[in-house]
């Protein structure tokens, strides 16, 4: 029998029949995993940040009425960070569910359990009809979007950087990042229309609501855009091929503790970047400024229309220089950014809307590459469950407690708190990329 001209070149380059065999095995292309990734991502920050934004500007009002303004909008910003806090314990618990049940029940439990969460705020009475119980209700809520998070982890990511081409990884590791401004975008949106166009009594009493409602509608979407593609007998195999499958959490602690926490470090940066570009001016300039919430909304908008484009050209950047090396490069500058948030923030609306614009540039950059940076630190056999819980202590650290801290801090000492914040992040990210790089050479 005659070999092909194919079997020749494996012959000639193993190389060669490895590619071949993942081509004539993975009938999976980078692309669809894109759009499961995108859907999914902006579906999960669309719900959060509905929250972030009506915990600066809502929930003082209507869950804190008893409380000065600063006190009140402390103790939203408190159960806003719960749900960090929960997310590591969702993840664990629902990988023993995906154990158990398989993925596709893992995720329809997680996504109901977070729209319900997220409808049951929108029905919520307010503390003048329902009391201290409305407080604890919201607590709950919060809670249980913070566990269903975890438990949304769908391994898409993982596996989207596993197919993306050679040399092309950087561009595809930031598709799924898009979720965040896109997801942003359209919470403030939604936000800022209500602003506009209802009184304030009208906005207060049940205008707020609505973004609530329409989380829970665009997870319902999301569901069954991500249900569609993990259920299918192509991807089943592609996640078993590259053994992205759940590994028990003190297993991966002992085999890739160390890798997990470098990881989260390595993103810190852009972590605390994240909701202090976002939620922090909303809250500062409500209680400090005169200025129109609508406005300071719009700007954000724009801004976060910035940060679609600089994840964008992330991946253009990261495919030419490296990963790491990008983000070492734009933790520096935010390190820079950081000397001068203080007198922007503070310096009337041209200072605010630079902060704003330069700040999402800067989360968009990034955030473009943050996400898996060193994933390849944990191997096959616990990236799965590595990537998961990596992003997981990076949000609880570096930005679970970036607007109760940064604005309180802040409040009681000055701006310059804002700043130290900020460079906190930077320092942790370059210090992180230096020791992963070290700890490589010396290996």
């Known amino acids: 029998m005659t ?25 999976v292309a980078p692309g669809d995993i894109a759009v499961g990734v995108i859907v999914g991502r902006t579906s999960e920050n669309f719900d959060f940040f509905v929250y972030g934004i009506a915990s600066a500007l ?10 000065a303004p600063l006190e009140g909008t402390l103790y939203a910003f408190a159960i806003f960070a719960l749900a960090f806090v929960a997310r590591p314990f969702g993840t664990v618990a629902f990988f023993e569910i995906q154990r158990r049940w398989g ?6 439990v997680a996504l109901f359990l977070l729209g319900t969460c997220t409808a049951g705020i929108a029905f919520l009475p307010a503390h003048g009809t329902l ?12 809670v249980g979007q913070g566990v269903a998070l975890g438990g949304s982890w769908d391994g898409l990511p993982s596996l989207l950087a596993l197919n993306a081409p050679r040399g092309r990884r950087g561009w595809y590791a930031m598709l ?14 939604l936000f800022a229309y209500l602003w506009i166009a209802l009184s304030p009594e009208d906005f207060f009493t049940w205008g707020w609501r609505y973004p ?73 300039i409500q209680l400090y400024d005169d200025r129109d919430i609508s406005d300071v909304l719009l700007v954000q908008i724009l801004g976060a229309a910035l940060a679609v484009a600089a994840v964008v050209i992330s991946g253009v950047i990261a495919d030419r220089i490296g990963r790491p090396r990008t983000l070492a490069t734009v933790a520096a500058t935010i390190a820079v950014f950081s000397g001068f948030a ?20 800067l989360l968009g950059l990034s955030y473009g590459q943050a996400a898996g940076a060193l994933a390849s630190n944990l191997g096959a056999r616990y990236r799965y469950t590595g990537a998961a819980l990596t992003s997981d202590l990076a949000w609880l650290i570096g930005a679970a407690f970036a607007p109760l801290v940064a604005l309180g801090l802040s409040a009681k000492f000055g701006l310059g708190f804002l700043g130290a914040y900020l460079l906190s992040g930077a320092v942790c990210t370059l210090g992180a990329l230096a020791l992963n790089r070290y700890l490589k050479l010396r290996n």
């Open 131 to 142: 009391g201290a119980w409305s407080i604890l209700l919201l607590t709950l809520f919060r």
């Open 176 to 189: 799924g990042q898009l979720g965040a401004p896109l997801g942003f975008i359209i919470a403030a949106s």
């Open 3 to 27: 070999a092909s001209r194919h079997e020749h070149a494996a012959l000639a380059d193993p190389a060669v029949a490895n590619d071949a065999a993942e081509t004539e095995h993975s009938r």
């Open 58 to 67: 809502v929930f003082p009002a209507v869950f804190f009425p008893f409380a």
């Open 212 to 284: 609530f409602f329409a989380a829970f509608i665009i997870n319902v979407v999301a569901l069954f855009a991500r249900l569609r593609l993990v259920v299918t007998d192509d991807y089943v195999e592609q996640f078993g091929q590259h053994e992205l499958q759940p590994v028990p959490v003190l297993q991966l602690a002992r085999a890739k503790g160390r890798e997990v926490v470098i990881g989260a470090f390595a993103m810190l940066a852009s972590y605390a970047l994240f909701h202090i570009v976002t939620i922090f001016p909303l809250s500062w």
């Open 103 to 108: 993925l596709s029940t893992k995720l329809t």
């Open 342 to 361: 203080p007198a922007l923030i503070g310096g009337g609306v041209a200072g605010q809307n630079t902060f704003i614009l330069v700040g999402f540039v």
